[in-house]
């Protein structure tokens, strides 16, 4: 199959870039080894920033978001029972999205059927060869058990955070950054009402939770737990408990609760990897960097990896000079350190430690600093929609 680029994961990155792609007049194949009903029934986060939200609509993808989604002005965050709203709009003028990653799939899922884009999940054995050559390869060997090979010119590894593709780059080159956490979240979807209008993500005497929402009736909650927690020992009544004593407050505030249809224990990791681009190869979305999920950052960064990809990979084409695909890494990695630390800052301030008093007496004055000034509101707004205001990340 001879393209313009293969694409080495169908995920929400690989099926945006195909999009942006294809939208400029050049052609992709894009592969994953897990089908699309696997990936549609991978629960991940559910906030969208305000520029990965516009740019499902402005760029053709679905309007979709729009009906199904809901925009949210402003979060809550609650330490110690005690709620302290950040207004989004009021602080910096935008807003986020309520709109799960399972549905930001679909809809791109959908879009490339209806655009008839070649992707092809299900597939198995993907291996790429000679990107260090102006003749990359790609094989892989399709559901029906046929061996293709794909000969593009440029090959991008959106192949998510267990990707092989990023150790296609010689280790020698190959720098990795970590940051380890001491602890995990524990998530359920339930069948439930909503137990609020906007998402709270609360710090208390029993650790983190977050309230989250998926519909009117199923909602996506989280709560602190160790990273080698057991997520199947848990009775219903016992998360229950857990969920309800991490928000209780003078306030009454208390959360609807319901059949739990769905737990899982989610690791914790701050990672990136640089470069992102050798020879042929360039990494986007989690391949190449994950952040906790503490502020819902990765989507929105591997839907950002892509958004300025497209324009590189253009461009790259229509001079015929492929250090022109040196100029992606600098623009993508700006957003990348940026939400890296963000996710990082969040999730410092949300957990507890156990037994550690000073730490939580610190993050109450952070929270009151944050919380309790214009400034303060503005720097949490600012990062949490997306910088929209900023036109350098
Ligand atoms: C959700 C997940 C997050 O990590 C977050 O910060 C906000 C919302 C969610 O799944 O809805």
Request: with cysteine; proline share 5%.
């Amino acid at each position: 199959i001879d393209t313009d680029v293969a694409i080495v994961g169908a995920g929400p990155a690989g099926l945006m870039l195909s999009h942006l792609l294809d939208r400029r007049g050049l052609t992709s194949v894009a592969l994953d080894i897990r089908t699309r009903q696997q990936i549609e029934t991978t629960h991940r986060a559910g906030i969208l920033e305000d520029g990965p939200a516009r740019m499902l609509v402005e760029q053709g993808v679905s309007d979709r978001i729009l009906t199904d989604g809901h925009e949210h002005a402003g979060v809550e965050l609650r330490f110690n029972g005690e709620g302290h709203r950040i207004d989004f709009s009021e602080s910096v003028g935008a807003s986020v999205w309520l709109y799960p990653q399972t549905d930001v799939f679909i809809d791109l899922a959908d879009a490339r059927r209806r655009d008839a884009g070649d992707v092809r999940f299900g597939v198995t054995d993907v291996e790429v060869f000679d990107i260090e050559t102006d003749r990359p390869r790609v094989q892989f060997t399709d559901g029906d058990g046929i061996d293709w090979e794909i000969r593009p010119r440029i090959v991008v590894g959106s192949d998510g955070s267990r990707s092989a593709s990023r150790f296609l780059i010689p280790e020698a080159r190959r720098k990795q950054f970590f940051h380890e956490y001491p602890y995990a979240w524990f998530g359920i979807l339930c069948e439930a009402p909503m137990s609020a209008p906007e998402l709270i993500y609360a710090n208390s005497p029993h650790g983190f939770a977050l309230i989250s929402q998926r519909t009117d009736s199923v909602q996506r909650m989280y709560f602190q737990c160790d990273p080698n927690e057991d997520a199947a020992s848990w009775s219903d009544d016992r998360i229950w408990s857990q969920l309800q004593s991490c928000v209780a407050g003078a306030d009454g505030f208390s959360l609807q609760e319901g059949p739990i249809i769905e737990r899982t224990v989610l690791k914790f990791r701050s990672f990136v990897q640089e470069p992102m681009r050798h020879g042929r190869l360039v990494l986007a979305g989690d391949a190449a960097h994950t952040v906790p999920p503490t502020g819902a950052k990765g989507l929105n960064l591997a839907l950002n990896d892509v958004r300025v990809l497209a324009d590189v990979i253009e461009r790259t084409f229509a001079k015929n000079d492929y250090d022109v695909l040196d100029e992606y890494e600098p623009m993508a990695l700006r957003r990348v350190w940026r939400s890296q630390n963000f996710s990082y800052w969040m999730s410092q301030m949300m957990h507890r430690t156990p037994g550690d008093e000073f730490a939580s007496k610190r993050q109450h004055g952070e929270l009151n600093t944050i919380t309790g000034t214009a400034q303060g509101r503005a720097y949490f707004a600012n990062a949490y929609t997306g910088w929209a205001a900023d036109p350098t990340v």
